[in-house]
């Protein structure tokens, strides 16, 4: 039996990953093999980050709840760039990078890759970009995440929307996906959702008590959705895609 993931309350209340949790997931297998020198990544960030004055939009919910599809309608509308962090690591694990056995192996199951990598990779994209204004899709996943993001960019986001779907719904559309990803087959999808729900929506209810969160009722055509996004960035002022701060 799928459940809606809309209340988010009593598996928030129960969620706090326990060490136990952790391992179950994968985080001491990394931890262990994961080199914590991570030259590139300087704490607060880039000097070039404060000057920017960079709108930073998060993009969270469940597999398959529509994240990447809204992200495109969001490009194509305010002119967002679109970092989607799993995007980031599949192109990373492609490029045949030092790590790339390891990040595979996580994604097959589901699990979170380290921070430092994550965040590496989307500090990279975000100082190699003229752009202002960032979507990242997929990320943070989880507190450690979150906090890390924090750390070594010294950015928070602006806003963050949440796609809520109910599980039945996110199982069929990865399901149909059709797009070859090591992740999309019934067993990983499960593994996903059951992370999702522990690790990351402790993240959704930091943002929301922070009150950032724009939660989004995912089911419908994708027009229809995009429909409930539009006005969160139009009350920005962010009607055209040349709007700059
Ligand atoms: N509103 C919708 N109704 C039906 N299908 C949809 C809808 N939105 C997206 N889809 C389809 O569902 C699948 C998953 O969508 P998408 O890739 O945008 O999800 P996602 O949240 O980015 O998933 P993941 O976290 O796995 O990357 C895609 O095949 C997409 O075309
Ligand atoms: O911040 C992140 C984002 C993603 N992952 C891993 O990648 C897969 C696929 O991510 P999508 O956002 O669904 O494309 C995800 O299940 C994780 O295994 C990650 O570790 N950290
Ligand atoms: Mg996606």
């Not at 750390?151 to 986001?157: H, V, W, Y």
């Not at 959705?225 to 055209?240: A, D, L, W, Y």
């Amino acid at each position: 039996m799928w459940r809606r993931v809309t209340s988010l309350s009593p598996v928030i209340s129960t969620s706090k990953p326990t060490s136990l949790d952790q391992a179950a997931f994968g985080f001491k297998i990394w931890r262990s093999s994961f080199s914590t020198e991570t030259p590139t990544l300087v704490k607060d960030g880039p000097t070039s980050f404060k000057e920017r004055n960079l709108f930073i939009t998060f993009v969270l919910g469940g597999p398959g709840s529509g994240k990447g599809t809204q992200c495109q309608k969001i490009v194509e509308t305010f002119g967002f760039k679109h970092l989607s962090a799993g995007e980031l690591l599949r192109r990373e694990i492609e490029s045949n990078s030092e790590q790339w056995s390891q990040m595979l192996n996580t994604i097959k199951e589901g699990r979170i890759v380290p921070s430092e990598v994550t965040v590496k990779l989307i500090q990279q994209e975000m100082e190699s970009s003229d752009s202002n204004k960032f979507l990242i899709d997929g990320f943070p996943r989880t507190e450690e995440n979150r906090i890390a993001f924090e750390k070594f960019t010294g950015l928070e986001p602006n806003v963050v929307l949440f796609f809520d779907c109910p599980e039945e719904e996110m199982v069929k559309r990865v399901l149909n996906r059709n797009e070859g990803r090591v992740d999309d087959n019934i067993d990983t999808v499960k593994k996903r959702l059951k992370v999702f729900e522990i690790l990351n929506l402790p993240v959704i209810d930091y943002y929301s008590k922070r009150g950032k969160l724009h939660k989004i009722n995912a089911v419908g055509t994708e027009d229809e959705i995009f429909e409930k996004v539009r006005p969160i960035f139009s009350t920005c002022g962010m009607m055209s895609p040349y709007f700059t701060f």
